[in-house]
């Protein structure tokens, strides 16, 4: 069974930085495509971040771009968020998914994906 776990998630003040983790198990970590997601209180889950499994291609929301940097360590099962220039209104909950599905370019809608973490919350501070 796939497991997710993230992890570093924290209260930061406005301007700050922050970097999340995420640990899959029980599957080839290598063969999927791992993506970033948040979730506020009262609204939809929202894309931040993509990364496809072995071509390393990203995709970045456009609210996020050149501040956001997601990477992989295959090794090691871990995909990273690293979050620079944080703004209270991306204090949300911060979940990583896991897509098995081959393609040209990684997944942006969060019903792509197959396993999910339980999130880690990131709280931004005015």
């Known amino acids: 069974q796939v497991q997710v776990v993230e992890s570093g998630g924290g209260l930061v003040q406005a301007g700050g930085s922050l970097k999340l983790s995420c640990l899959v198990s029980?599957?080839?970590?290598?063969?999927?495509?791992m993506g970033w997601f948040r979730q506020a209180p009262g609204q939809e889950r929202e894309f931040v971040s993509a990364?496809?499994?072995?071509?390393?291609?990203?995709v970045y929301a456009d609210s996020v771009k050149g501040r956001f940097t997601i990477s992989r360590d295959n090794a090691k099962n871990t995909v990273s968020l690293q979050m620079n220039s944080l703004k209270p209104e991306e204090t949300a909950a911060y979940y990583c998914?896991?897509?098995?599905?081959?393609?040209?370019?990684?997944?942006?809608?969060?019903?792509?994906?197959?396993?999910w973490g339980q999130g880690t919350q990131v709280s931004v501070s005015s």
């Open positions: 029980g599957g080839t970590f290598s063969t999927y495509a």
């Open positions: 998914a896991a897509d098995r599905t081959v393609r040209k370019w990684p997944a942006q809608i969060p019903g792509l994906y197959d396993y």
């Open positions: 990364i496809s499994r072995n071509t390393y291609r990203t």
